[in-house]
């Protein structure tokens, strides 16, 4: 028992780790699965098309039952909706294992995409509700610091499977082990209640979604999320021909990210969640800048920015509306969550027709090869800097609203 749960029965601790193993396996599911696409592509004889639907049911699951989840998190608890996302989880992957056939590719990857969500949609009010204050944003900091982190641990590990010839589907058994573990460590425990009560009810929640402040943050979010998966799709190709190694680029983000997370509490503690995500953006910034016209060596150092750019911007978005907008309750951090998610899928295919643009301008100018590729590719990734560049200028206003409004709060006082 520790004495920043919300109430007395409640294991916070244990239900805090529990959540942790349930994100490694959301980010398991990103690192192997997508891994295995292509082999399953040659295998099955699927189109790029047909392999591209595969891959987008596990973003399609993931926002709707993170809004699902939401609606339903005070009625039915946190606890029932682990339970499904165990179950949702087990069936996919054993449908990943052992399914030969397009149609239940599909399913299988929809219903990891429909764990994952819930996860989301469970784990986040829980761990705002069972800590208060900066212990709060502390803790959900190191929860979102398994994402990254499960995913330099699962393609590290896929890596030595792949070596030892241990070969496609016979590596998704790997995600089961977080699964197992999560659901034992969840087995039995005691939820926390809402902090305030009118997070407790939909009226409430959506009363508190209307304000101004909320639809600010939405905005922040979609374009947080984009600033942060946006150029992860394309940068290993940019790299690629600028003689950087992306494995490298990619284990080096992963790594700082997970890291920059652990210690994201302090980071709030001292500069606010406006602080930090006005600061997060203009770290992404350079990284992105640096990106967009480095190559080689300098490649590694624009990761290092873009990393601790991106690393604090989802679990302290998350963080400023269960502390700053508490009456959004469940539902609150599910919607943030799934607009973050669907924004991503939406600047998909915005981004990739930069890409087009951008090739077919350098092969007017005579560009081939390699050579159209880099310039080409930097040119997109110096499009996206637009994104943080904004989320400068909204974070500076961020901060200064937040400012004016504890003014206001310590005169009335």
Same mark, same amino acid.
């Given at each position: #028992?520790?004495?920043?749960?919300?109430? +007395?029965?409640?294991?916070?601790?244990?239900?805090?780790?529990?959540?942790?193993?349930?994100?490694?396996?959301?980010? *398991?599911?990103?690192?192997?699965?997508?891994?295995?696409?292509?082999?399953?592509?040659?295998?099955?004889?699927?189109?790029?098309?047909?392999?591209?639907?595969?891959?987008?049911?596990?973003?399609?699951?993931?926002?709707?039952?993170?809004?699902?989840?939401?609606?339903?998190?005070?009625?039915?608890?946190?606890?029932?909706?682990?339970?499904?996302?165990?179950?949702?989880?087990?069936?996919?992957?054993?449908?990943?294992?052992?399914?030969?056939?397009?149609?239940?590719?599909? &399913?299988?990857?929809?219903?990891?995409?429909?764990?994952?969500?819930?996860?989301?949609?469970?784990?986040?009010?829980?761990?705002?509700?069972?800590?208060?204050?900066?212990?709060?944003?502390?803790?959900?900091?190191?929860?979102? #610091?398994?994402?990254?982190?499960?995913?330099?641990?699962?393609?590290?590990?896929?890596?030595?499977?792949?070596?030892?010839? &241990?070969?496609?589907?016979?590596?998704?058994?790997?995600?089961?082990? !977080?699964?197992?573990?999560?659901?034992?460590?969840?087995?039995?425990?005691?939820?926390?209640?809402?902090?305030?009560?009118?997070?407790?009810?939909?009226?409430?929640?959506?009363?508190?979604?209307? +304000? !101004?402040?909320?639809?600010?943050?939405?905005?922040?979010?979609?374009?947080?999320?984009?600033?942060?998966?946006?150029?992860?799709?394309?940068?290993?190709?940019?790299?690629?021909?600028?003689?950087?190694? !992306?494995?490298?680029?990619?284990?080096?983000?992963?790594?700082?990210?997970?890291?920059?997370?652990?210690?994201?509490?302090?980071?709030?503690?001292?500069?606010?969640?406006?602080?930090?995500?006005?600061? +997060?953006?203009?770290?992404?910034?350079?990284?992105?800048?640096?990106?967009? +016209?480095?190559?080689?060596?300098?490649?590694?150092?624009?990761?290092?920015?873009?990393?601790?750019?991106?690393?604090? *911007?989802?679990?302290?978005?998350?963080? *400023?509306?269960?502390?700053?907008?508490?009456?959004?309750?469940?539902?609150?951090?599910?919607?943030?969550?799934?607009?973050?998610?669907?924004?991503?899928?939406?600047?998909?295919?915005?981004?990739?027709?930069?890409?087009?643009?951008?090739?077919?301008?350098?092969?007017?100018?005579?560009?081939?090869?390699?050579?159209?590729?880099?310039?080409?590719?930097?040119?997109?990734?110096?499009?996206?800097?637009?994104?943080?560049?904004?989320?400068?200028?909204?974070?500076?206003?961020?901060? *200064?609203?937040?400012?004016?409004?504890?003014?206001?709060?310590?005169?009335?006082?």
């Amino acid at each position: #028992m520790t004495s920043s749960t919300a109430t +007395s029965n409640v294991n916070a601790n244990r239900l805090f780790y529990a959540s942790c193993f349930a994100l490694i396996t959301t980010a *398991f599911s990103f690192a192997i699965a997508a891994g295995i696409l292509d082999q399953l592509k040659t295998e099955l004889e699927l189109t790029a098309g047909e392999a591209g639907l595969i891959s987008s049911m596990w973003f399609l699951g993931f926002p709707i039952s993170m809004v699902i989840g939401g609606l339903i998190y005070h009625k039915v608890g946190g606890k029932n909706i682990m339970q499904f996302a165990f179950f949702a989880h087990t069936i996919g992957i054993l449908l990943l294992i052992f399914s030969g056939s397009y149609g239940l590719l599909l &399913i299988a990857n929809l219903l990891i995409g429909l764990g994952n969500g819930c996860t989301e949609a469970a784990c986040n009010p829980m761990i705002a509700d069972a800590y208060q204050g900066t212990r709060m944003s502390k803790m959900l900091n190191r929860f979102h #610091m398994w994402f990254p982190g499960g995913i330099a641990i699962g393609s590290l590990l896929s890596g030595l499977m792949t070596n030892m010839e &241990i070969l496609g589907q016979s590596q998704v058994w790997l995600l089961l082990i !977080p699964a197992v573990i999560y659901a034992y460590m969840f087995y039995g425990q005691t939820w926390p209640k809402a902090k305030v009560e009118e997070a407790a009810t939909l009226t409430g929640n959506l009363k508190a979604m209307i +304000s !101004p402040l909320f639809i600010f943050m939405i905005i922040c979010m979609a374009l947080t999320a984009i600033t942060e998966f946006g150029p992860n799709q394309w940068v290993g190709l940019i790299l690629a021909k600028s003689g950087a190694h !992306p494995m490298l680029v990619l284990a080096l983000t992963s790594g700082l990210m997970a890291i920059a997370r652990y210690f994201g509490g302090d980071m709030v503690k001292k500069f606010d969640q406006t602080g930090v995500l006005l600061g +997060s953006a203009v770290l992404a910034t350079v990284g992105l800048y640096l990106f967009s +016209s480095q190559t080689g060596a300098m490649a590694y150092v624009a990761a290092i920015f873009f990393a601790l750019g991106i690393a604090y *911007f989802w679990p302290n978005m998350l963080g *400023f509306v269960a502390d700053k907008i508490p009456k959004s309750g469940a539902l609150g951090l599910s919607i943030v969550g799934a607009v973050g998610m669907f924004s991503s899928s939406i600047f998909q295919p915005i981004i990739g027709g930069w890409i087009d643009a951008d090739q077919q301008m350098a092969a007017d100018q005579g560009l081939m090869g390699d050579e159209l590729e880099l310039v080409a590719g930097q040119a997109t990734i110096g499009t996206m800097m637009m994104f943080p560049i904004i989320l400068i200028v909204l974070f500076t206003l961020l901060y *200064f609203w937040m400012k004016s409004k504890k003014s206001k709060q310590v005169a009335t006082a």
